[in-house]
């Protein structure tokens, strides 16, 4: 018999309150479907309320997890979303500004307030149970979110129930060791995910080599010298392992994509630069970008540095609240997944890339080689002409391209079901602790 699971799920009720899910929300919501959907023993959801941290019943929590995934849009086809035929107008040139600005995208508006509770409605979610009495006897407490291991009163319940386990997952540490790149309360948050783990966590799962021994560095600091960490590279949404065939207008279309959160770790001015060259060799034939991703810390600079440099306007696209299965699209007909960060410790968009055949060039990063080797194409972030050579060397298919299209092409990404055979193994480990 498998161990009860008890599985935090504050990161996911507060993904309501944003337009489409972030990476990491992806894989929060890919552990919950696996442990509420075919975990073979107990399975129960822990959630902050203004009461305490409360348990929550299996089905309450699914109901949860489906409206969710229809507020971001992530059931929907991609030639249903409204997002993606806006950027096709825009990379056709075919799109009209001032009706575009009226219109907006064409979403329905609904406050992050109003998405929030409205999960809240259809999970049914009361006031449930006290974690402390209602988690089941010797559960496995898992948390992937990070986000409530910075609340000292989300995790403290733990002390009261020592027969508990506790498994984390941590996926970096940077804004420890790369401390200019993220505002002072992200700081100031990690210090206190690293030291809740360093007191509750029974054991660790880690994405990439690179962050597991960040990770395991700053926990010796505080005194937590072992602890049994699982290392597994996470796999692609399904909706990226889908063939829904070749959009012709995207075809017809030249451009790169970047993909994340703009903000400076993400380095997006070194693109924009880029683009600046780029256009100014280029004129109008020069390749697009399309930067997918909202506005986060530190994103004023790069948006007024759009704003008041003319030669881009028209040139690089800004697009915000793609559904994934939009994103897939997007990213199969692109020329190349850019990928300058300064930081990190894994790099979804690139196996996504990778995974619908589309080559990467990417920040020469130890996670980076890490998760595609020879698939990708290399740079220091800070190398300019060198981001400038490799776009276009894509843009145009000459050097080493056709060879790299060709190796991308033979990519088998993993599946999330042999990702929990890992997962699972693990977990048992604990049941006999």
């Not at 940077?174 to 509750?200: C, N, Q």
């Not at 055949?357 to 130890?366: E, F, H, M, Q, Y």
């Amino acid at each position: 018999m498998s161990a009860p699971i008890a599985y935090d799920v504050a990161r996911l009720l507060l993904g309501s309150l944003a337009v489409t899910p972030r990476g990491i929300d992806r894989v929060d919501l890919r552990y919950a479907r696996f442990f509420f959907e075919t975990w073979p023993g107990d399975c129960v959801g822990t959630l902050p309320t203004p009461w305490g941290v409360r348990r929550y019943g299996r089905r309450r929590v699914l109901q949860g997890l489906d409206r969710l995934e229809q507020l971001w849009l992530e059931t929907v086809q991609s030639n249903e979303d409204r997002v993606l035929l806006r950027i096709k107008k825009r990379l056709s040139g075919k799109h009209d500004l001032e009706t575009e600005r009226s219109r907006g995208d064409g979403r329905p508006v609904i406050s992050p307030v109003s998405r929030f509770f409205n999960v809240l409605s259809v999970a049914g979610f009361s006031f449930g149970a006290s974690v402390v009495r209602a988690v089941p006897k010797n559960a496995i407490y898992v948390n992937v979110g990070q986000v409530g291991l910075a609340i000292p009163r989300i995790v403290s319940w733990l002390r009261q129930r020592p027969d508990v386990k506790s498994v984390f997952m941590l996926h970096d540490v940077i804004p420890l060791e790369r401390p200019e790149l993220v505002s002072s309360k992200d700081r100031r948050r990690h210090r206190r995910i690293i030291d809740r783990t360093a007191r509750y966590a029974s054991g660790l799962i880690a994405s990439t080599g690179a962050a597991r021994e960040a990770v395991l560095n700053a926990l010796c600091l505080r005194g937590r010298s072992t602890i049994p960490v699982e290392t597994v590279p996470f796999p692609v949404a399904p909706v990226f392992l889908e063939n829904d065939g070749p959009d012709q207008e995207l075809c017809e279309c030249d451009y790169f994509v970047v993909c994340g959160t703009i903000e400076p770790r993400k380095n997006h001015h070194l693109l924009l630069n880029v683009w600046r060259e780029l256009v100014a060799q280029r004129g109008q034939h020069a390749s697009k970008l399309v930067i997918v991703g909202s506005p986060g810390w530190g994103a004023r600079s790069v948006l007024h540095a759009l704003e008041q440099c003319r030669p881009l306007h028209g040139r690089v696209i800004l697009a915000r609240g793609l559904s994934s299965p939009a994103l897939r699209r997007l990213i199969v007909h692109a020329k190349a997944l850019l990928m300058p960060s300064f930081a990190e410790g894994f790099g979804l968009p690139i196996i996504e890339a990778l995974a619908v055949g589309t080559p990467v060039i990417a920040s020469d990063l130890p996670a980076h080689r890490e998760i595609a080797d020879n698939l990708a194409v290399y740079r220091d972030p800070t190398d300019r002409a060198g981001w400038l050579t490799d776009v276009c060397m894509f843009a145009d298919g000459t050097g080493t391209a056709a060879e790299i299209r060709r190796r991308v092409a033979q990519y088998q990404p993993t599946t999330w079901s042999e990702y929990f055979v890992r997962i699972e193994r693990f977990l048992k480990t604990f049941e006999q602790l």
